[in-house]
């Protein structure tokens, strides 16, 4: 997101039943007055017709740049039957005045807030199971990612009881699906023309 520039760097996933609502909503999103750019559309899988649009939209009046500037931590749209679902994590004290603000730009069908733990929402995020999430932990505040590292795996092993070979596979798998996700959320930034 540029402010200063006035403008937000976006991706979304289209899927629709056919080819031709696909090039309708295509289309429509070019022609919208927030697009700027469409940079890339990519093919996620052509079977089940489902693309993923790269694109830079206009920074005011978006309900990205109101989330961003409340402090969104992560935001997730889904748009169908012309109504937009956002889910978005933020800090507690940013969500009382969240509702007035995008009412500003917009119906407001339904809002929900509840509360989270952030411990297990970003274990769903990064798709990580339970002995993943537990061995990248323990390695990481004990000093395993460290320069120099403070714990090796035979440190690891004696804490754990889990050999070495699976507490490297453990990290490998675990260590891929985190940088596989933080990839997939941040392909603008990554491949932005103005960096």
Do not use: C
Request: net charge positive; glycine share 4%.
């Amino acid at each position: 997101m540029y402010r200063d520039r006035g403008y937000i760097f976006g991706s979304i996933e289209v899927k629709a039943p056919t080819a031709n609502i696909i090039h309708e909503f295509l289309h429509k999103f070019k022609n919208s007055n927030a697009i700027k750019e469409i940079y890339n559309i990519l093919p996620i899988n052509v079977n089940k017709k489902i693309y993923q649009i790269f694109f830079k939209e206009k920074y005011d009046g978006m309900i990205s740049s109101i989330l961003y500037e409340n402090g969104v931590i992560y935001q997730n749209d889904y748009i169908e039957n012309n109504v937009e679902t956002v889910n978005a994590l933020i800090r507690n004290q940013s969500a009382k005045d969240l509702k007035s603000e995008l009412s500003k730009i917009g119906e407001i069908k339904k809002f929900t807030l509840s509360e989270i733990n952030y411990h297990e929402y970003y274990s769903d995020f990064f798709e990580l199971t339970e002995q993943e999430r537990t061995i990248i932990y323990t390695a990481f505040m004990n000093g395993y990612y460290s320069m120099p590292r403070r714990l090796y795996l035979k440190d690891l092993e004696k804490m754990t009881g889990i050999s070495k070979s699976a507490l490297e596979e453990y990290i490998r798998k675990g260590t891929e699906k985190i940088i596989h996700n933080w990839i997939n959320s941040n392909i603008p930034i990554l491949y932005s023309k103005d960096r």
